[in-house]
C-alpha cells in the first residue's frame, strides 16, 4: 500500500489497521473482537466501545477466510468504489480492503492492474487498496475520488455477518449483472461467493457413511446366529487325567 498525504487520515488507518484482535479495555468481556472502525476516531473498537462513538461516523468490518471486507453499499458512501471487484456473501456485496497472497499460477485473461490477481469481468481491480495505489500513481489529484460522508452507521441488530466461516470457497464461481447505475460500482459483473464443492464432499461422506452403516447392520444377524448356533450344542468337558 502506497502512503501518500493526499490520502484521508481515515483511509489510510482503515488499509493498515489490524482486526478482530481482542479489545484490551473490554478483555474480559464476550465477543470482544474489534471489527468496527471509527472513521471520526480512526481507530478499530469492539462493540462494548459503541458507547463512546454512538454519534460518530461507524463502519462495520467482516472478515472473509481471513481477510478484511466491507460492504460495497457502505464504501460507496465513503470512496468511488468503480471497477472493484465485489463478492457476494451473506445477501450483501462486499469488497475486500487489500490485496491477498496469490498462488504461483498466473492467469492468462483479465488482471488486477495493480497486483495482476485474476479477475472476472471487466474489473480493474481486486480490492480498495489496489485501487487506491493505483490512483495515486495516476492521477494528479484525489479528492474526486472520495465523497463526504457525514452519517455512517451500522447494520440493524440481529443483521451482523461479521464473521464468515473460512470454510466456504474463496474464489468466484459465478456471476450475476448489475446495471450501471447501482451506486456507481461501473456496468461490471458482480461474482458470487458460495459452498457449492464443499456441500458436495459433505454429501459424498454422509453417502458413504450411510453404506457402511447399512453394511454393519446386515452383518450383525448372521453374526447372531453364528453365536447362537454354537450355544445349541452340547457343552465338551476336557478330559479327566
Known sequence: MLVSSHLPRWLEVLLTEKF???????????KNEKNIYCLDCCISICPHCLSFHNSHRLLQ?????YHDVIRLDDAANLVDCAYIQPYITN????IFLNQRPQTRHRSSGNICSTCDRSLQG??????????IDSLIRTEDGLSKFFFECKFLTLPEAGF??????????????GSARTSSGSGGYGDVECTTLACTATTKIARKKRSSLTVACCSISSSVP???????????????R????
Open 20 to 30: 478482530f484482535n481482542a479489545c484490551v479495555i473490554h478483555e474480559d468481556e464476550k
Open 61 to 65: 468490518i467482516r472478515r472473509y477466510v
Open 91 to 94: 445477501n450483501a456485496k462486499v
Open 122 to 131: 471487466s474489473y480493474l481491480f481486486c480490492s480498495l487498496s489496489c485501487k
Open 160 to 173: 451482523d455477518d461479521s464473521l464468515i466461516t473460512p470454510d466456504s470457497v474463496l474464489e468466484p464461481i
Open 222 to 236: 448372521v453374526i447372531s446366529a453364528n453365536l447362537m448356533s454354537r450355544r445349541k450344542k452340547t457343552p465338551q
Open 238 to 241: 476336557a478330559p479327566l487325567y
